[in-house]
């Protein structure tokens, strides 16, 4: 199983970035697709879940209305579109993915497969 963020970058605040997460070794038929972000000096904190099954997401208040997921179950990718960046978006994000289980989870140990990550600065 591999996952494999990409799309990181600098930008200033209010910028946008759109993020990917390409997913092999697994199909979304059976896996949640989580999002994460660990801030500098920060726990590590969840922002979103997709099951790309059914189209159910979830997001966490900090993001909620300015980020969203997406799905290409044909590419088996999930994407995050981010607008409206402000400096406490600066971290490192990663996807991972969870076996499907009945009511979808944003709690890091219950997912078992992780990106590498891909850094998001945003200056002022």
């Known amino acids: 199983v591999q996952l494999v963020e990409s799309g990181g970058g600098s930008v200033r605040t209010g910028g946008s970035l759109r993020l990917s997460c390409a997913a092999s070794g697994i199909t979304f038929a059976d896996y949640d697709i989580g999002w994460f972000r660990r801030a500098p000096g920060k726990e590590r904190e969840g922002i979103s879940a997709?099951?790309?099954?059914?189209?159910?997401?979830w997001y966490a208040d900090s993001v909620n209305g300015r980020f969203t997921v997406s799905c290409d179950n044909s590419k088996n990718t999930v994407f995050m579109e981010m607008s409206s960046l402000n400096v406490e978006d600066t971290a490192v994000y990663y996807c991972?993915?969870?076996?499907?289980?009945?009511?979808?989870?944003?709690?890091?140990?219950?997912?078992?497969?992780w990106g590498q990550g891909t850094q998001v600065s945003v200056s002022s």
């Open positions: 997709v099951d790309c099954s059914d189209g159910s997401i």
């Open positions: 991972a993915a969870t076996r499907r289980a009945a009511t979808m989870t944003i709690i890091a140990n219950e997912y078992d497969y």
